[in-house]
């Protein structure tokens, strides 16, 4: 049985990211004291005792400005969707019209609410809670999520209405693939990801940063189950305001660091840039299989696509063989083949190697290019793999120090063209002597 999924709604800037980043152990969710920074929804896993829910973080409903009916049909969406509901209330500012307009609406959910009254710290936590019985709720629970005071007792109340022992154990969130989808703001990360789920799951705006924090959205492609993390927009460190934004950035840079395959987003009418580059060197300097997509390839005319092909082909030369993708996210064009390529990147990160297959591969490279000296050249002896994600190759013998950089590339390409690996770099780690203790494969 999957696990359950919790919902965590209410007003702007009541707490709501607070006990999300709480309950998942993590700071996923960008915590920030102007309200409305939550604009797509959250998912993270949170443990209990007894097994494991999925918390979903929510933009604050009731707030202003042009995006705020996309949020409030997020949050519809989602209440659709989950097996119960936090409502979030903020002690401090005491019962609002809003919190009560809300309240009317979560009655017609078609899952268990429990009113979580937040920060109540250095209240009577009877006095802080009184006035929100009036929503109408079950009893309203006292909360303090910036310390945690109360949370254990709300997850017991969810407890006593959602079984938490689904989901758990070797099947739970954690054995998804990470696929990290970068890109400059407005290259289209958003609408690529609403594609490839077949709905409108996260918010698609003209306007550049839309997306703030790091979204998770799970999803399952031929049996497998895949987490794409939507990221913000990353532009040029001149550009990234201090405060939020530069958080935002950080959430992208972390993303590629736990990620599995990076999915490099190129906005096709704007054309390669000085940032693009900066992101395809982060991903190469990562380890992470690469996989490129151009984006918006229809509103390109044919001097820019042929403009784009070239800067392909000349400035990202550094990344790995890797495959390129043409595609139209808005109009479907071209996406059937962004997960199967997806999936061969993830192959070839966690390819195994048979260590008679590299010593027969080693073998041929040492005949066709003996390693580059006269006297005293290095002699490999054998080698093994010695890691995934990315794939690493150990090479013993003598005099490996003298080895250049050049041989290196040249061994690790043999390898990676043997193994039919895309996206990825095979790493080929020089030992001396015989085999060294921790390097098995």
């Known amino acids: 049985m999957a696990a359950p999924v919790i919902a965590i709604v209410g007003r702007p800037n009541v707490g709501k990211s607070t006990l999300f980043n709480l309950l998942c152990g993590a700071d996923d969710a960008i915590v920030h004291d102007r309200p409305g920074v939550t604009r797509d929804r959250l998912y993270g ?10 918390v ?10 042009e995006l705020q009916a996309e949020v409030d049909a997020q949050v519809a969406q989602v209440l659709a969707e989950c097996d119960a509901v936090v409502f979030m209330v903020d002690a401090r500012a005491g019962l609002t019209p809003v919190d009560a307009e809300l309240a009317g609406r979560l009655r017609k959910v078609d899952a268990p609410v429990l009113a979580a ?7 009577d936590a009877d006095a802080a809670v009184a006035d929100f019985h009036r929503l109408g709720l079950a009893a309203p629970l006292a909360l303090a999520a910036r310390d945690g005071r ?3 007792e709300m997850l017991a109340r969810l407890g006593e209405v959602v079984d938490f022992g689904g989901g758990g154990g070797g099947g ?12 400059r703001p407005n290259a289209g990360k958003s609408t690529l990801i609403n594609a490839l789920c077949g709905e409108r799951r996260l918010i698609v705006s003209g306007t550049p940063g839309t997306t703030r924090d790091c979204v998770r959205v799970p999803l399952t492609y031929g049996g497998g189950r895949y987490e794409l993390l939507d990221t913000a927009g990353v532009r040029r460190r001149a550009k990234v305001a201090p405060g939020m934004e530069r958080i935002s950035v950080v959430r992208s840079i972390r993303a590629l660091e736990e990620c599995r395959v990076a999915l490099l987003v190129v906005d096709a009418a704007a054309g390669l840039a000085e940032q693009d580059l900066k992101l395809a060197g982060m991903m190469e300097r990562s ?15 044919s001097h820019r696509r042929d403009l784009v092909q070239a800067a392909l082909g000349r400035q990202l030369r550094f990344l790995p063989p890797r ?3 043409f595609v139209s996210a808005l109009r479907g064009a071209g996406m059937r083949r962004v997960m199967p390529t997806v999936a061969r990147a993830h192959r070839s990160a966690m390819r ?9 591969i080693l073998a041929r490279a040492v005949r066709a290019h003996a390693p580059p000296g006269r006297r005293g050249a290095a002699r490999l002896k054998f080698c093994h793999q010695g890691g995934k994600n990315p794939p690493r190759v150990i090479v013993h013998g003598t005099r490996v120090e003298r080895i250049p950089d050049f041989y290196r590339r040249y061994l690790a390409n043999t390898v990676q063209s043997a193994f039919r690996m895309t996206g990825t770099r095979v790493q080929v780690v020089f030992r001396a002597g015989g085999a060294a203790a921790g390097d098995g494969a």
């Open 45 to 54: 896993r949170c443990e209990v005792d007894n097994g494991g829910c999925i």
């Open 117 to 123: 009254v937040n920060k109540t710290e250095g209240l």
């Open 56 to 65: 979903v973080d929510t933009g604050g409903i009731g707030g202003d400005g």
């Open 287 to 301: 380890g992470r299989s690469v996989v490129v997509v151009v984006n918006k390839w229809d509103a390109a005319d």
């Open 323 to 325: 495959e390129t993708l």
């Open 150 to 152: 109360g949370v254990a």
């Open 352 to 360: 195994e190697m048979p260590t008679a297959e590299l010593n027969r």
């Open 172 to 183: 739970g969130e954690g054995d998804a693939v990470r696929v990290a989808v970068l890109g």
